[in-house]
């Protein structure tokens, strides 16, 4: 596998399931970021782990919850969910410190449908 | 905070035209990127900007890194059905871990 890899590709949940949303980088990178995006909508940042060290939390509700074990896998832990948290969510990886500090690859996203 | 406007939003153009998409800041930027965006897929990166002033290219798509740092451009030649997508640009500002603005996405469409 190459770049950045996240599944499942899609889910469906109801709003008293419990599940996760898995991301995998092999670029060597050390900053992980989950984004969300909604239809119409920019990319939403949520959460940021640099040196797998959570370094910002947008205001996210309590029912996202991320996990970064190590530097190449992140996870987000989905609980509770209401239906407007349906989006894609989107997976990015970037090198820290380094000339290409700011460039984030993404990977293909999971497309999440709460009902 | 800071902000990135990106136009036009959408374009129809015909296949073979070329294509001109902008993104202008309210603040100054470090880094421009400009991604790809295909439907229920994540951005790809076509194009890295560093330096102002920078003018790059990858094939058929052409980049500039404005030289007050508060804009950038993207140009793609001679369109094909397959570059139908959306177009974001991003930027970055200087913080430590790489956290980047996006602009809102152009929506480019391509009739044969």
């Known amino acids: 596998e190459t770049g950045v890899t996240q599944t499942p590709r899609h889910l469906v949940m109801g709003m008293t399931n419990k599940k996760s949303l898995k991301c995998e980088q092999h670029?060597?990178?050390?900053?992980m970021y989950w984004y969300k995006q909604s239809a119409k909508k920019p990319l939403e940042l949520m959460f940021v782990?640099?040196?797998?060290?959570?370094?910002e939390n947008n205001s996210v509700p309590s029912r996202f919850s991320p996990e970064c074990p190590n530097s190449s896998h992140l996870f987000l832990h989905l609980h509770t969910l209401q239906p407007e948290d349906s989006a894609l969510y989107l997976c990015?990886?970037?090198?820290?410190?380094?000339?290409?500090?700011?460039?984030?690859?993404f990977g293909p996203g999971t497309r999440l449908t709460v009902l | 905070g800071q902000q990135l406007n990106q136009s036009p939003q959408s374009m129809f153009i015909q296949e073979g035209e070329d294509v001109s998409m902008n993104c202008t800041s309210s603040?100054?930027?470090?880094?421009w990127l400009w991604y790809k965006q295909d439907p229920g897929e994540g951005p790809v990166l076509l194009i890295a900007?560093?330096?102002?002033?920078e003018l790059t290219s990858n094939g058929r798509l052409t980049a500039q890194f404005g030289i007050t740092r508060k804009d950038s451009f993207l140009n793609i030649s001679a369109s094909i059905p397959s570059d139908v997508g959306i177009y974001f640009c991003?930027?970055?500002?200087?913080?430590?871990?790489?956290?980047?603005?996006f602009g809102q996405g152009t929506i480019l469409t391509v009739h044969p």
């Open positions: 990015a990886s970037s090198q820290v410190g380094g000339t290409s500090t700011d460039t984030q690859y």
């Open positions: 991003a930027g970055h500002g200087g913080t430590s871990y790489g956290k980047l603005t």
């Open positions: 900007l560093y330096k102002a002033g």
């Open positions: 670029l060597g990178h050390n900053a």
């Open positions: 603040s100054i930027f470090n880094t």
């Open positions: 782990y640099s040196l797998e060290e959570r370094v």
